[in-house]
Each structure stands twice: as structure tokens, then as C-alpha cells.
């Protein structure tokens, strides 16, 4: 079993539609939770980060955790033209050099 | 600003070739990680270094040998390419204390 699932869709919306992302993880040391954005053919870049579980909101992104059941999720609301990429999630643990990667969802907003 | 660099951006090698990629840095960042980006695998770590003078294996480090002589380089090196070693690698960088890493543009390697 990976130690991060993430289902890789891929994902196509209309735009204005709200984008669902979710992930599982195995690892109950994690304590940090990531959201990376990978435009095609770039590196990946930081979206957002939560702490522990709860909800983060950033603009048209919220980011929810769920430590007892393992669960973390990506929604975008009002998703745009622009938000076409792939996003990953990758949980790391407190004083922990390594992130571990979901596969990736690919997500297409259509204009 | 440069931030993370990456060189070559793209190559070609024959089976049996050798070559060296290189990242560079100039945020004095002391953690560097190697990684590799297949279709529905994600992202795999190859080898890190959280420090000049220091290297350590990752989840897939077979195949690859690595090196930090200075703080602002890693080198990743091919001593005998394989057509499994096609992939884009990514060099990416994190400070001390921090959890944000951040990544290089990437390199497109294909082993023929």
C-alpha cells in the first residue's frame, strides 16, 4: 500500500464549477499537509498548507484535513481557465526531511 | 533571484551512456532532493542532502549516484543510462526549519 493515494483522475469542469481534490494517507505521523500545483511542463509550486486538522481557506482554495480518518482535501471554488494543472498532495511530519507525494489529479477547467 | 536552476533542460542518451544533471541554488537553503516524475506515479525521491558534504538514499536511488561538494550544487549523475531511467527529474530546495520545498523547472531525460 502507498503511503499516499490520490485518485488521478483526470478531473474536467466547466468553469465557475467547484473542484473536489482528495487524498489518503497511511502515516499517523503526519502533521503538516500540503497542496503542490504542477503547470504542464513546469515544476511543481507551493498552493497551500494546513496544520494538523481543520479547514484553511485561501481566496477560492480550502484546504481540509481530517486526521482521524486520514483524509485530506483540495476544494476550488469559482474554478477558472487558469486553474488547469495537476495538484498534489504531500503530508510530512514534524522535523521530517522528506514529503511524500499523492500521484497527482490532473484538472482541466473548461472555459 | 534565480531561485532553483537546472541543466540541461532536455536529453537524449543511448543505453549504456553516462551524464551528470545539475541544480543550483542561491537561496542558501540546506536541504537538496533529487526526484523523479513518471505518468501515474507521482513524485519518487532519489536521493537527498541536508547539508554541503552529505548525501542520503531516497525511495528509489538505484541506478543514480549523487554529490554536494558545495552548498549551492547538487549533481545527480547516470553512470550507465537505462530506457527505465526516461523521466523528468526534479531538483528541489527547503530551509532548515521550514516545510515548504521548492522546486527546479525541471529536466526531460530519454534513454533510447
Known amino acids: 500500500q502507498k503511503e499516499v493515494e490520490q485518485d488521478p483522475g483526470p478531473l474536467s469542469v466547466p468553469e465557475g464549477a467547484i473542484v473536489s481534490l482528495n487524498c489518503t494517507y497511511s502515516?499517523?505521523?503526519?502533521?503538516?499537509f500540503m497542496w503542490y500545483r504542477q503547470y504542464s511542463r513546469k515544476g511543481p509550486e507551493l498552493l497551500m498548507y494546513?496544520?494538523?486538522?481543520g479547514n484553511k481557506e485561501d481566496g477560492r482554495f480550502t484546504a481540509q484535513v481530517d486526521k482521524s480518518s486520514k483524509y485530506i482535501s483540495l476544494f476550488i471554488r469559482d474554478s477558472q481557465p487558469s486553474d488547469s494543472a495537476t495538484y498534489l498532495c504531500a503530508p510530512t511530519g514534524s522535523n521530517d526531511y522528506k514529503l511524500s507525494f499523492g500521484a497527482g489529479t490532473t484538472v482541466t477547467v473548461r472555459a | 533571484n534565480a531561485g532553483v536552476t537546472q541543466t540541461p533542460k532536455f536529453r537524449v542518451l543511448k543505453t549504456g551512456q553516462s551524464m551528470t544533471l545539475l541544480c543550483a541554488q542561491d537561496m542558501n537553503h540546506e536541504y537538496m532532493y533529487w526526484y523523479r516524475q513518471d505518468p501515474g506515479m507521482g513524485l519518487r525521491l532519489i536521493h537527498y542532502?541536508?547539508?554541503?558534504?552529505?548525501?542520503a538514499k531516497g525511495e528509489v536511488p538505484d541506478g543514480y549516484n549523487v554529490s554536494r561538494l558545495k552548498k549551492q550544487n547538487f549533481l545527480l549523475g547516470l553512470e550507465s543510462a537505462a530506457p527505465s531511467q526516461t523521466s523528468v527529474y526534479f531538483c528541489a530546495t527547503k530551509l532548515a526549519g521550514e516545510e515548504t520545498q521548492y522546486f527546479g523547472p525541471g529536466t526531460r531525460l530519454l534513454v533510447l
Open positions: 494546513t496544520y494538523s486538522s
Open positions: 502515516n499517523s505521523a503526519f502533521q503538516y
Open positions: 542532502s541536508v547539508g554541503e558534504g552529505t548525501t
